[in-house]
């Protein structure tokens, strides 16, 4: 076993963390004053990426992606994590389900999207189907040879730069011995479509400037040829290609751990109490070294499931435990951080509250702690027919 990086690998690892250090930290404080990324620093970000060869990083050779290994990809997101969102966005990862697309599908949206000419955003859930996915009541209808969709989104992050949408709806309801099933269907969506329209979401506390919108359609015409995937077959392509992304918010959250982590590191070693460093006192050490013990820990449980998927191996499992574990102890790291800190952790004169505030949201997007535990404990009983 072998714990090392290659050194193209440790390359990978320092240009990203010198991207995200001198590109998007001198940024932070103004979109997160502001809850707004300026056009221009969008557009700079991006072209720099581009101009480095990172941008659609997680995309094969085969449609103008670099080829990354799922472990080497997993080492960018994990300098990416140590920068806020709503910056690096514009680092530009198109999702993975864009593969799926087909005729002409391929140079409308695949190619743009890697290119970096066209943005995309991911809409599944509503108002009303959160965790529960398959209960969605967003439904696209025949009418001749259109499809016609209607209901809303909610949560879309993204939507407020995307050029067009990935959208699941339903498209049917099957009956099943465990009762109706919906059956789902995956749209690509133009953002000027008619009937189609994003509008301003909720404020989040986490990731200001990370913005969620809100999607409504109203009879919504699309032709077939907007379908990605097969009619019905929604959960084939979301399970193909969404299965991995899981794995993003737990590399995400083991970056931004190391980088709150070294703040109050620092700090400890640096405030003085008492006539001396808080380091010295025992209950301050003790919290850095449970800190850097979990940091290590969700390290390792996030790389190891990343390269078992470059093994073929199965990791659904390992994905989930990876996701749970990473976003659970980020909430822990960034806590004590601020404990650390005392009062001025809470005061935005410093970076720690956002990093608190933050760090809130990765126990819940992307399927949240509960159902991370559920999928565990499924993926365990499942071969003991309980
Ligand atoms: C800032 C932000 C951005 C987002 N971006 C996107 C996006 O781009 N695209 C998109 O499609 N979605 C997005 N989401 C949606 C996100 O994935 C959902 O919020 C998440 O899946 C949880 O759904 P919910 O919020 O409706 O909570 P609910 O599903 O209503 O859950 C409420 C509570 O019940 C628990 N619960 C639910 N079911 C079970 C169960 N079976 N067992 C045990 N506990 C359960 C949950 O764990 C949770 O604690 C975003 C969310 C946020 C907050």
Known sequence: MNFGLSDEQEMIVSTVRSFVENEIYPHEAEVERTGEVPAEIAQEIKRKVIDLGFYACNFPESVGGPGLSHLEFALVERELGRGSMALTHFFGRPQNILMACEGEQVDRYLMPAVRGERMDALAMTEPDAGSDVRGMKCTATRDGDDWVINGSKHFISGADHADFFIVFVATGVDDTPRGPKKRITCFLVDRDTPGFEVARGYNSVSHRGYKNCNLY??????????????????????????????????????????????????????????????????????????????????????????????????????????????????????????????????????????????????????????????????????PLGA
């Open 217 to 382: 359609f109203d009879d919504c015409r699309l032709p077939d040829a907007q379908v990605l995937g097969e009619v019905d077959g929604g959960f084939a392509v979301m399970n193909e290609w969404l299965y991995a992304t899981r794995i993003t918010v737990a590399t995400m959250s083991v970056g931004r751990a190391r980088r709150v982590f070294d703040h109050a590191l620092h700090y400890a070693a640096e405030r003085q109490q008492f006539g001396q460093p808080i380091a010295k006192f025992q209950g301050v050490g003790f919290q850095i070294a449970d800190m850097i013990t979990e940091i290590d820990a969700a390290d390792l449980l996030t790389l190891s499931s990343a390269w078992r998927l470059d093994q073929g191996l199965s990791a659904n499992r390992e994905i989930a435990s990876a996701k749970l574990y990473a976003s659970e102890m980020l909430a822990r790291v960034t806590d004590a951080a601020l404990q650390i800190h005392g009062g001025m952790g809470l005061m935005d004169e410093l970076p720690i509250e956002r990093f608190w505030r933050d760090a809130r949201v990765e126990r819940i997007w992307d399927g949240t702690s509960e159902i991370q535990r559920h999928i565990i404990s499924r993926e365990l009983f499942r």
